[in-house]
C-alpha cells in the first residue's frame, strides 16, 4: 500500500561446480528455492 514497512529478510546463497552445472541452471535452482520458501503451500500442495 505505499507504506515502508521494517521486515525480516533471509539471505539465500548458493555454490555450484560450473565443470558440472552451467551457470544459467544454477540460477534456475536458486530461483525455484526462493520461490518454494516464499509459498510453502504451493510445495507442498502442488498449487
Not at 533471509?10 to 555454490?15: F, Q, R
Not at 540460477?27 to 526462493?34: D, H, Q
Amino acid at each position: 500500500n505505499g507504506q515502508i514497512v521494517i521486515r525480516p529478510i533471509n539471505y539465500l546463497a548458493m555454490s555450484y561446480d560450473h565443470r558440472l552445472i552451467d551457470g544459467r541452471e544454477a540460477v534456475l535452482g536458486l530461483v525455484a528455492m526462493k520461490e518454494a520458501l516464499e509459498e510453502p503451500a504451493r510445495l507442498l500442495f502442488d498449487i
